[in-house]
């Protein structure tokens, strides 16, 4: 057993006992009252998940185990001094609750990059077998699936093992997961964009930067913004799509696979991950239809509010818990003013940033008019040569899996059970409430 395994039952089992009595001492109590508008706008608010990885408030943004991303950029280590945190970092702070050594992320990069040699080769055969413009999250999240005949945890689960271990071959399964996702990602990036010209990983880069690698966006600067990228894309509390789903399929005991792929669907959604995307191809749009590169903020307002016009949203604006603009926005905006402040893109969505929050306010109904992480890293990738942006989301997605599969893992060292809310008709609300038509 490594040594990481070795400290989740150190930290883990007092915590599934403190879950247990929890249960058994105050599971009657109340915690909070539901309102009928929480049940019917998308449970808003409503605490109803046991997430320790980490926190999101409305006001400040993300924390990662307490810690706020500037924070992180000072405390974990990294590769140059003035570079990007390592990925490997991030998840061992979210598994562990505690900061990483430089050990203890040489020790998970070395770990993936062993177990991320272990793809078998029908997952390609798999992959080869869609048509190469089936979008790239149809690709990822198939090939997510055709990993799935390597699960350790089924195995384990056959062999009729206390239920408390589980999180065992859970850890296994979603170690090998999160090593060979870099590696089918930029599978697909290359069988789609560069003709099937593949690049194999160097077993001297980490994580992140091997994905840079295997894309063939070997420059430092790629590699540092893909460590960024990696990192704030991780984790974003326990109730988004992606990690909501992941969690609901895991407490099913699915297998790890199954429950990220269930993940990777929802953040296929153009309310979710697939945003991303959405902002180039609103962006590309608009600057086809206005006809000129640069247009200018009358232009764009224009544009914007036809949108709003047509019943669309605007995509990379707003978000369901945040009220201010999210700092994974503002971390990219920084980076992009350090290693490309000219670069048109970087300059075009600042400019939407000035004009379409007024707009959305004046709608009067969004909540938070502010720009959500979607609304530059488009812009970015592309200012620094990954201009091929239906791999955005499958970028997202990698990213993810640090944060909604250790999720996963603690899901099943607290021994959670199955999650399985109670549903009630139209007529049952309407009765709650005394509402007569
Ligand atoms: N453009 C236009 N209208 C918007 C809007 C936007 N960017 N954001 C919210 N609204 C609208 C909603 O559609 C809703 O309209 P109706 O009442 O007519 O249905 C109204 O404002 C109230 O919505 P809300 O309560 O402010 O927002 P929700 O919590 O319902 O939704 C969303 C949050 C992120 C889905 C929403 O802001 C949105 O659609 N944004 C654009 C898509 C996007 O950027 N998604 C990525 C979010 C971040 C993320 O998960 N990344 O992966």
Redesign the pocket.
């Known amino acids: 057993m490594d040594y990481i395994k070795e400290k989740l039952i150190e930290i883990g089992r007092p915590k599934a006992e403190t879950v247990k009595k929890l249960i058994k001492n105050y599971g009657d109590k109340t915690i909070q009252d539901v309102t009928l508008g929480q049940v019917m706008?998308?449970m808003?608010g409503m605490v109803s998940l046991l997430t320790c990885t980490s926190k999101l408030d409305a006001e400040e943004g993300i924390r990662f185990r307490g810690y706020t991303i500037p924070q992180l950029q000072e405390l974990l280590p990294k590769i140059q001094k003035d570079g990007e945190p390592l990925p490997e970092g991030l998840f061992y702070l979210m598994l562990t609750g505690e900061l990483p050594t430089v050990d203890d992320v040489n020790f998970i990069s070395n770990q993936w990059a062993q177990r991320a040699q272990g793809i078998p080769s029908h997952v390609y055969d798999v992959i080869n077998a869609l048509p190469k413009d089936a979008h790239p999250m149809i690709q990822f999240n198939t090939a997510i699936l055709a990993m799935s005949t390597e699960s350790q945890f089924r195995k384990a689960y056959l062999t009729g093992m206390d239920k408390k271990d589980y999180w065992g071959p859970t850890y296994e399964g979603v170690m090998d997961l999160i090593s060979r996702l870099p590696v089918i990602a930029a599978y697909i990036y290359r069988r789609v964009f560069h003709n099937e010209n593949y690049i194999d990983p160097d077993p001297n880069l980490d994580w992140a930067g091997n994905l840079a690698h295997m894309m063939g966006h070997d420059s430092d600067e790629v590699k540092r913004l893909m460590r960024l990228y990696m990192n704030i894309h991780s984790d974003?509390e326990g109730g988004?799509?992606s990690a909501h789903a992941t969690h609901l399929v895991g407490s099913a005991l699915s297998n790890p696979y199954y429950s990220f792929s269930a993940g990777m669907n929802g953040?296929a959604g153009?309310?979710?991950?697939m945003?991303?995307q959405?902002?180039m191809h609103w962006l590309h749009k608009m600057v086809r239809e206005i006809g000129v590169e640069n247009p200018s903020e009358a232009q764009i307002k224009e544009y914007a509010e036809t949108t709003?016009k047509k019943g669309?949203?605007?995509?990379?604006?707003?978000?369901?818990v945040l009220r201010k603009t999210d700092p994974r926005f503002t971390v990219q905006l920084e980076f992009a003013k350090k290693y490309a402040p000219d670069a048109p893109l970087i300059q075009l969505a600042e400019k939407v940033y000035k004009v379409v929050p007024d707009i959305?306010l004046s709608?009067g109904?969004?909540?938070?008019p502010w720009p959500?992480?979607?609304?530059i890293s488009g812009s970015l990738l592309s200012s620094f040569g990954i201009t091929e942006y239906p791999i955005y989301t499958v970028l997202?997605g990698v990213s993810r899996s640090l944060g909604v599969l250790t999720q996963l893992i603690w899901d099943r060292l607290y021994g959670l059970p199955l999650e399985r809310p109670k549903s009630q008709n139209l007529a049952w609300y309407m009765d709650k409430v005394g509402y007569k038509e």
């Open positions: 706008t998308g808003k974003h988004n799509v953040l153009p309310l979710h991950g945003a991303n959405n902002v709003l669309q949203v605007i995509p990379g604006y707003g978000h369901a959305l709608t109904k969004v909540k938070n959500n992480v979607d609304a997202f």
